[in-house]
């Protein structure tokens, strides 16, 4: 599924305390060719791209989806929109995980704070 571009990002709403609008977003995989599209359907996702070996693609993924997600916000007027995704310690800790965060911040000029890394367990 992931090699075949079938699982995509849902953007679940960040509220912002101060004013009770939307200032952000998560990542969320889902996988609709396979029914995926329940809140329980990340977590399913992402424990078969781990066992599968393909863990840091999906995280790539959602990494990209994020990036393209702030950029589209943030040009629309949401100057401090900003968008998470969720990766594992061991993924931050792979070779050449920094690189593929600049470079999707560069990709979509994303100003600083408009792209976040959540740590899952």
Known sequence: A?????????FQPIICFE???VCG???LARWP???ESSEKATGEIVRKAQSA???RELSSIMMRAAAKHAAERIAAGETKYFAA???SLSQVREEGFIDDVKLAIGDHK???????VEETK
Do not use: M
Request: aromatic fraction near 4%; hydrophobic fraction near 50%.
């Open 53 to 55: 070996g393909k863990g």
């Open 110 to 116: 994303l100003p600083p704070g408009a792209l976040a």
């Open 33 to 35: 060719a396979a029914g």
């Open 25 to 27: 977003a998560e990542a």
């Open 85 to 87: 995704f969720n990766v």
């Open 19 to 21: 004013d009770g609008k």
């Open 2 to 10: 992931i090699e075949n571009g079938e699982v995509v990002a849902a």
